[in-house]
C-alpha cells in the first residue's frame, strides 16, 4: 500500500497537502492540476507493477470521455479508470488521439477505434455511431447490438452490501446516493439507487425516509448526510453511492458529534485511494477500475485485429473491502 510520502514524491508536493487534497479539505488553495497530479499518483501508486509488454504495432486509438476534469477531481471513480486505460496504451505502445465534443468524422479518420468512458448522451452516441469505427464503452452500454462494453455489476454490489448489513443485525438502513442529468434535462437515476429500494422492500426494512439523492460529490454527500442525521428517527447504517460522497458524510458526522462506526456504519462505493486513510478507515465495495481500464484496451485490440463483428458484453463483478466504518458488536432495533 502507497504510503502518503510516496504519493508527495511521485505528485511533487508535501505530505500533507496529499492529506488534504485526498480528504477533499476545502480551505486547501491548489490549482486544480496540482490536486490532478495527486489524485493520478495516488491511482498510479495504488497499482501492482506489471512487467511492460513491448510489443510493435502502429494502433491509433481514440480516447473520449464524456466529462470535465472538474468533475473528474469530484468523482475520481472516472480518473482511476482513465489512468488505467492510458497505463494499459502506454505499456502496450499505441497511440492515443484524444477525441473532443467538436471533433468530425474527417478529425478521426486514421483511428483504428475508439474508447468511451463515461455517461453519454444520445447525441454523443449517435455521433460515435456516424464515426463507424470499432468503439467500446467503459461503464455505460448505450447499444449492445453495435457497441463493446465493459460494465460493473451494481446490481449484485448493491445487494451484497445491504445483505451484509442485514447479517449484522441492521434494519434501519439509509442510502445516498446520486443522479446523472443530461443536457436536455433527463435524469437517469442510480441502479445503486433501484437495487437498494427493490431489495430494501423485499427484506422488509424499506425507510424512504432514510433515501437521500443529490450530486457525486463530497458537498453534496456532507449536506445529504446531515439531511438524514437530522431527522427524528435515524438509520444505524448507511450506504453510499461513491467514496467521495462518504468523504463529506464523515466531515458532517464529525460536526455533529456521531461516531462512525458506533452511531453509524458506513458502506460506499469504489474504493478510492483516500478510502484507506480515512478516519476511520472507509468500507467500501471495490469496482475494480484498474482491471475495467486494461480489459478495455484487450477488448478493443482483439476486436480491431480480428475484425470480429458480434460485440461483446462484459459484467466485471465487485468485492467488499472490510474495513473499520461499520460496526460490528452493535443490537440494533
Known amino acids: 500500500m502507497a504510503t502518503l510520502n510516496d504519493i508527495a514524491k511521485k505528485a511533487g508536493v508535501s505530505a500533507s497537502t496529499v492529506s488534504r487534497v ?59 479508470i482513465r489512468v488505467a486505460i492510458e497505463k494499459k496504451l502506454k505499456n502496450e505502445n499505441i497511440n492515443v488521439y484524444r477525441i473532443r465534443k467538436n ?37 455505460s452500454n448505450p447499444d449492445d447490438q453495435v457497441f463493446d462494453c465493459v460494465i460493473i455489476d451494481l446490481w449484485k454490489s448493491t445487494k451484497d452490501a445491504v445483505e451484509y448489513l442485514i447479517n449484522l443485525g441492521h434494519k434501519n438502513i439509509g442510502f445516498i446516493g446520486g443522479v446523472d442529468i443530461d443536457i436536455y434535462g433527463t435524469k437517469y437515476y442510480d441502479l445503486r439507487q433501484e437495487a437498494f429500494e427493490k431489495i430494501s422492500k423485499e427484506k422488509d426494512i424499506y425507510h424512504g425516509e432514510f433515501i437521500q439523492i443529490g450530486e457525486y460529490n463530497p458537498k453534496s454527500g456532507y449536506m445529504l448526510m446531515k439531511e438524514i442525521m437530522n431527522k427524528e428517527k435515524k438509520p444505524t447504517a448507511i450506504i453510499i453511492a461513491n467514496d467521495s460522497m462518504s468523504i463529506g458524510a464523515y466531515k458532517a458526522a464529525n460536526e455533529m458529534n456521531i461516531n462512525i462506526p458506533k452511531d453509524i456504519s458506513i458502506i460506499s462505493f469504489n474504493d478510492i485511494p483516500a478510502a484507506q486513510y480515512l478516519v476511520p478507515p472507509l468500507s467500501t465495495i471495490r469496482l475494480n477500475t484498474e482491471f475495467m481500464g486494461e480489459v478495455a484496451v484487450n477488448m478493443i485490440k482483439e476486436r480491431i485485429e480480428s475484425k470480429r463483428k458480434i460485440p461483446l458484453k462484459l459484467t466485471i463483478p465487485t468485492k467488499l473491502i472490510e474495513r473499520e466504518s461499520v460496526y460490528k458488536g452493535g443490537n440494533y432495533e
Open 22 to 80: 485526498l480528504n477533499y479539505d476545502e480551505t486547501l488553495n491548489v490549482p486544480d492540476e496540482t490536486r490532478k497530479k495527486i489524485f493520478e499518483a495516488a491511482e498510479s501508486l495504488s497499482y501492482k507493477v506489471r512487467k511492460k509488454v513491448k510489443k510493435n504495432n502502429n494502433l491509433t486509438l481514440g480516447l473520449y470521455y464524456s466529462y470535465s476534469l472538474e468533475e473528474e477531481l469530484q468523482d475520481t471513480y472516472y480518473l482511476s
Open 103 to 139: 471533433d468530425k468524422k474527417i478529425d478521426i479518420k486514421d483511428l483504428d477505434g475508439i474508447i468511451c468512458l463515461g455517461f453519454f448522451i444520445e447525441e454523443d452516441i449517435d455521433k460515435i455511431r456516424s464515426f463507424n469505427k470499432p468503439a467500446i464503452f467503459v461503464d
